[in-house]
Nanobody, 125 residues
Framework: QVQLVESGGGLVQAGGSLRLSCAASGRTFSSYAMGWFRQAPGKEREFVAAISWIGGASRDYRDSVKGRFTISRDNAKNTVYLQMNSLKPEDTAVYYC?????????????????WGQGTQVTVSS
């Protein structure tokens, strides 16, 4: 019932910035927790960031991106964003948007019910 489409990826130099967007269609988007994951070649998909409305606008990030990445959402546009600053070569990966039927965010892949196709982010040194 939910479709997610990512955009905004590209090639940037180390230290640069990108903003990823995830446009969602479907029912009760505003009540869904949303997350971003990434997958580098030869590696498993890993948690990046998540957002929900429990206790207000609750957010969480993996340690390696704290202070550099910011997740946000615009319910009027059915869109979630990932602002990425001070990018490093190790951030290179395909980034995926995900939605959970739960109102609580999670770092676990199995907690999410819907996934986008991904957008490539490449950071050169």
């Amino acid at each position: 019932q939910v479709q997610l489409v990512e955009s905004g990826g590209g090639l940037v130099q180390a230290g640069g910035s990108l903003r990823l967007s995830c446009a969602a269609s479907g029912r009760t988007f505003s009540s869904y927790a949303m997350g971003w994951f990434r997958q580098a070649p030869g590696k498993e998909r890993e948690f990046v960031a998540a957002i929900s409305w429990i206790g207000g606008a609750s957010r969480d990030y993996r340690d390696s991106v704290k202070g550099r990445f910011t997740i946000s959402r615009d319910n009027a546009k059915n869109t979630v964003y990932l602002q990425m600053n001070s990018l490093k070569p190790e951030d290179t990966a395909v980034y995926y948007c995900a939605a959970s039927k739960s109102a609580y965010y999670s770092m676990y892949i199995t907690s999410y019910d819907y996934w986008g196709q991904g957008t490539q982010v490449t950071v050169s040194s």
